[in-house]
């Protein structure tokens, strides 16, 4: 055994404590979380900091880890789309390179699962060798609905590449700005049917609304410079992107919404209305570096059932790192309570992604992962200590 104790003890399904210690198997199953006094001090291991279960980041895109450092911050959505789209090729050995570094940052960053966008099969091996466990999200998009059985083949043949890596793996549409209603419907079905969640970016910038609302904005630039002919398939609903493509969901499948940068009360208190497995995901670095604006949190927090916390990718990050997204967030909005920060890190992470039974929180069975956050450092930063060896 193991008796481990800080400065309080996160156990994420209960309150935290104090003057306890989180007791490890040999294996690193979660034991009990007991009274320090009932312990030998002797066999006490002491940490700075809170004691807690392993990160799970909610969105991560690994196949753009080579572009770190590449864009320019502050570009809007479209704009940095556009970069994407024309500089993601590289040698493959940079790209295989850049994740692996990724993927071994995360887990230094006390991350034990992820939920990771892939286009293809490029990031499999490393993620299937990896020691975090990951949900890939095989994302599929087009404008045209008579593409969606080409695409839905492509995407089950994704699968099966994933899951032959022992990987678990679902489909995902892309965002309203690249899907058609056909689509999604066959993809959520598809999710419903295996039981599995899905993923969506969703309310990113003024311009997806733009484009929904009344057919105009940035957006209409970035398809004429891919040679799209948009107009053929798209008509504006008048609504929001949120409002015009969340009924095409399905309803049973647990739903990631990635961003939501600028969603109001309305959009969050009408989707969980309409949708009861609704997972909103904040990303606040990648906000800052793509719109220079975070989502109105605090609003979501009092009228959403689950939040979970991403990085995005490092295309639009400096690191991948879910303590650094959570003390952007403290800085932006200190009211929110840590409790509630570390709950979504946490938790609910794990919730969203199907892995509950093993990540997320201190419940006796589980294998979690424990991590250290010491929140006030000499240089400012929150500091992040592995304590578990494995997960």
Same mark, same amino acid.
């Given at each position: ?16 404590? *104090? ?18 006094? /009932? ?12 004691? !807690? ?29 556009? !970069? ?7 040698? /493959? ?13 995360? =887990? ?13 099969? *490029? ?28 695409? $839905? ?5 994704? &699968? ?7 990987? %678990? /793996? ?27 969640? #899905? ?7 003024? *311009? ?9 904005? &940035?957006?209409?630039? &970035? ?16 609504? #929001? ?6 009924? =095409?969901?399905?309803?049973? @499948? ?11 009360? =309305?959009?969050?208190? =009408? ?24 989502? *109105?949190?605090?609003?979501?927090? %009092?009228? @959403?059932?689950?939040? #979970? ?5 490092? /295309? ?21 309570? !840590? ?15 199907? $892995? ?36």
């Amino acid at each position: 055994m193991r008796y481990l104790q800080g400065n309080r003890i996160f156990p994420m399904h209960t309150s935290p404590v *104090d003057d306890h210690v989180l007791v490890l198997q040999d294996d690193e199953r979660i034991e009990a979380i007991l009274p320090a006094s /009932a312990i030998d001090p002797a066999l006490i291991e002491h940490h700075a900091g809170y004691i !807690l279960p392993g990160f799970v980041n909610a969105h991560c895109h690994l196949e753009l880890s080579h572009l770190l450092n590449v864009f320019p911050e502050k570009t809007g959505l479209p704009g940095f789309l556009s !970069l994407v789209i024309q500089q993601r090729n590289a040698e /493959a050995e940079q790209v295989q390179q850049a994740m692996r570094d990724a993927d071994a940052y995360m =887990w230094q960053q006390g991350i034990v699962a992820v939920g990771d966008i892939s286009n293809v099969a *490029d990031s499999f091996q490393i993620k299937a060798q990896s020691k975090i466990a990951y949900h890939t999200f095989i994302e599929l998009f087009a404008f045209d609905p008579a593409r969606v059985a080409s695409l $839905m083949e492509k995407g089950k043949a994704l &699968l099966a590449q994933a899951n032959g890596f022992n990987l %678990k /793996a679902s489909l995902a549409p892309h965002a309203p700005y690249s899907i058609n209603e056909p689509l999604v419907e066959a993809i959520t079905t598809y999710c419903a049917t295996h039981g599995l969640p #899905t993923s969506v970016h969703m309310l990113e910038s003024n *311009d997806e609304n733009e484009l929904y609302v009344q057919s105009t904005g &940035l957006f209409r630039k &970035l398809y004429r410079e891919m040679g799209l002919a948009f107009d053929q398939f798209f008509t504006p609903t008048g609504k #929001t992107s949120l409002a015009s493509t969340l009924p =095409w969901f399905h309803k049973e @499948v647990p739903t990631l919404l990635v961003h939501n940068t600028i969603a109001t009360s =309305w959009d969050a208190e =009408w989707a969980e209305e309409i949708h009861p497995n609704l997972f909103w995901c904040m990303c606040p670095n990648a906000n800052r570096f793509i719109e220079d604006r975070l989502p *109105d949190i605090p609003m979501l927090q %009092k009228e @959403v059932q689950y939040i #979970t916390i991403g990085t995005d990718s490092l /295309a639009s990050n400096h690191q991948l790192s879910i303590a650094a997204e959570l003390q952007t967030i403290r800085r932006a909005f200190p009211e929110i309570a !840590l409790q509630d920060l570390l709950r979504w890190a946490t938790f609910y992470g794990a919730k969203a992604l199907g $892995m509950q039974d093993r990540f997320g929180s201190f419940e006796a069975g589980k294998r979690p992962g424990v991590v250290a956050l010491e929140t006030d450092t000499p240089d400012g930063s929150w500091k992040v200590t592995r304590i578990s060896r494995h997960t």
